[in-house]
């Protein structure tokens, strides 16, 4: 991204080659990037509003598969909740139905069941949370990135960025553009 960036600043790249570079890397920022190549000379509002309707889609499908983790550590505490409510009601069946009071072992099966299903839900939702955490600070990480790059993609390409005293700054392709 920097080498890129740099490349355009001095006038190394062309939009074409520009395009071509951020097809050829299917990254998040190379999505984007594209978006707003495919804006190159036009007012930097443009220039924005691609960075910004592209950065939605790309943010939307890197946020996709982390809401799986998310669910999974919500629910997987709740279904052993419901675990451990089953297996008290099955203890207090047990006292119910029979003479359990004397008999520790049909209480121990109930109380048994309530914990493991506790256990088993807390084992599965802790390092999914862990994950979730793990993956939107680097999902909200990145997004700060592209658009601080995109910020000074538009800076190089819009139209209200050229000036005549600037050497080396990229040209807009136009079709009154003369060969030398």
């Known amino acids: 991204v920097k080498r890129f960036l740099e490349q355009l600043r001095d006038g190394q790249i062309e939009r074409d080659e520009a395009l071509t570079l951020c097809e050829q890397n299917r990254s998040p920022v190379a999505e984007v990037f594209s978006a707003a190549v495919r ?12 960075i910004i309707d592209a950065g939605e889609r790309v943010t939307n499908d890197l946020r996709r598969y982390i809401r799986l983790f998310n669910g999974i550590s919500t629910i997987c505490p709740l279904l052993g909740l419901l675990g451990t409510v ?62 601080a790059a995109g910020q000074e993609l538009v800076g190089h390409i819009s139209s209200d960025s050229w000036r005549k005293d600037t050497p080396g700054g990229p040209k807009p392709k136009t079709k009154t553009t003369k060969a030398a």
């Open 39 to 50: 804006k190159w000379g036009r007012p930097s509002v443009e220039v924005e509003q691609a």
């Open 86 to 147: 089953l297996g008290m009601i099955r203890a207090f069946n047990a006292i119910a139905t029979a003479d359990a009071m004397g008999r520790p072992e049909l209480l121990a099966s109930g109380i048994s069941q309530a914990l493991l299903t506790t256990a088993a839900g807390l084992t599965v939702a802790i390092p999914a949370l862990i994950a979730y955490l793990f993956f939107v600070s680097r999902v909200d990480r990145l997004i700060m990135d592209i658009d």
